[in-house]
């Protein structure tokens, strides 16, 4: 089973590179489809999503932590 700082380290690391890859995506659209104002859509998008993993995750390890006699890994 994995320990909690390995499971909030890759959900950290999974939110980061959604960030990283909504800017991409934002800064490549503008610059090449010259469409700035209906694009930024997609960093608020990237945002609840990240919110929702991290909550999710969050809730996964304080399940786990509550219950340390299951066999099921995350």
């Known amino acids: 089973m994995f320990s909690r700082n390995k499971v909030k380290i890759i959900s950290d690391a999974i939110c980061g590179i959604i960030m990283l890859l909504s800017i991409l ?3 490549l659209i503008g610059v ?3 469409i700035w104002h209906p694009t ?3 960093l608020v998008i990237a945002i609840v999503v ?3 993993l991290s909550i999710v995750v969050g809730a996964t390890i304080k399940v ?3 219950n340390p006699n299951e066999s ?3």
């Open 72 to 74: 099921e890994e995350i």
């Open 40 to 42: 930024w859509i997609i």
């Open 64 to 66: 786990k932590k509550q």
């Open 25 to 27: 995506a934002f800064v």
């Open 50 to 52: 990240d919110a929702v």
């Open 32 to 34: 090449f489809g010259k």
